[in-house]
Nanobody, 123 residues
Framework: QVQLVESGGGLVQPGGSLRLSCAASGRIVSINAMGWYRQAPGKQRELVARISSGGSTNYADSVKGRFTISRDFAKNTVYLEMNSLKPEDTAVYYC?????????????????WGQGTQVTVSS
């Protein structure tokens, strides 16, 4: 069906940078919003950044000015450029996409999640 595959996580020192990627594949009619969420140990999953089908973006206050979300519509891929990373950015980062897929005699829109990628910021 539809898969979201993330890549780019890892271990980085405070002040460093990482770039996450998330590619959607499968029987896709179109993709609406795409976004990145994160979940730290013992905490709830939270929105990090989101980008609409029109390219509008919004960010969590904690990452504004440091993270940038972008997408390649032709490749069904969303990116998260993370700069000036802090230890409190340590979490599992998940990609989410609202995807329209073909169904019998129509289409359906569902939310899909990636498997998550670990980002650890530590010296």
């Amino acid at each position: 069906q539809v898969q979201l595959v993330e890549s780019g996580g890892g271990l980085v020192q405070p002040g460093g940078s990482l770039r996450l990627s998330c590619a959607a594949s499968g029987r896709i009619v179109s993709i609406n919003a795409m976004g990145w969420y994160r979940q730290a140990p013992g905490k709830q999953r939270e929105l990090v950044a989101r980008i609409s089908s029109g390219g509008s973006t919004n960010y969590a206050d904690s990452v504004k000015g440091r993270f940038t979300i972008s997408r390649d519509f032709a490749k069904n891929t969303v990116y998260l450029e993370m700069n000036s990373l802090k230890p409190e950015d340590t979490a599992v980062y998940y990609c989410k996409a609202q995807i329209m897929t073909p169904q019998f005699m129509g289409v359906i829109v569902d939310d899909y999640w990636g498997q998550g990628t670990q980002v650890t910021v530590s010296s």
